[in-house]
C-alpha cells in the first residue's frame, strides 16, 4: 500500500521559515517525479514545485521562486519543501504528490498539513 505522509506545518509568522517533510512507503521516490502543491481557502488547489527524476528539471510557481526549495533524500526515501521568507499569501494547506511525471502526472497524494503564516 502506497502512503505519502506530510508533517512540518504550523504556524508561522510572515518571515519565517519552515520545512515540510513527505515520508513515501509503498514505492521509491528516486525514479518519480516529485512535487508540491498548494490549496489556499477559497482558491482551487495550485502547483508549487515539481522536480523531474527523468531530466533533473525543477519547477517553481513565479510566487515562490527565490524562496522555497524542493529536495528529495532517497535513503530515507523523504521530499521535502524548504520555504524561507514566509508571507500571509503563503497560508494554505500543502500536498506532497509523485508520479510518472511532473504536475499532471502524479499519480500518489499525501493528505496535506496547513501552513499558517500570520503574525
Known amino acids: 500500500q502506497v502512503q505519502l505522509v506530510e508533517s512540518g506545518g504550523g504556524l508561522v509568522q510572515p518571515g519565517g521559515s519552515l520545512r515540510l517533510s513527505c515520508a513515501a512507503s509503498?514505492?521509491?521516490?528516486?525514479?518519480?517525479?516529485i512535487g508540491w502543491f498548494r490549496q489556499a481557502p477559497g482558491k482551487e488547489r495550485e502547483g508549487v514545485s515539481c522536480?523531474?527524476?527523468?531530466?533533473?528539471?525543477?519547477w517553481y510557481t513565479d510566487s515562490v521562486k527565490g524562496r522555497f526549495t524542493i529536495s528529495r533524500d532517497n535513503a530515507k526515501n523523504t521530499m521535502y519543501l524548504q520555504m524561507n521568507s514566509l508571507k500571509p499569501e503563503d497560508t494554505a494547506v500543502y500536498y506532497c504528490?509523485?508520479?510518472?511525471?511532473?504536475?499532471?502526472?502524479?499519480?500518489?497524494w499525501g493528505k496535506g498539513t496547513l501552513v499558517t503564516v500570520s503574525s
Open positions: 509503498g514505492l521509491t521516490l528516486d525514479d518519480r517525479a
Open positions: 522536480f523531474s527524476s527523468s531530466d533533473g528539471r525543477t
Open positions: 504528490a509523485t508520479g510518472a511525471f511532473c504536475l499532471i502526472g502524479m499519480d500518489y
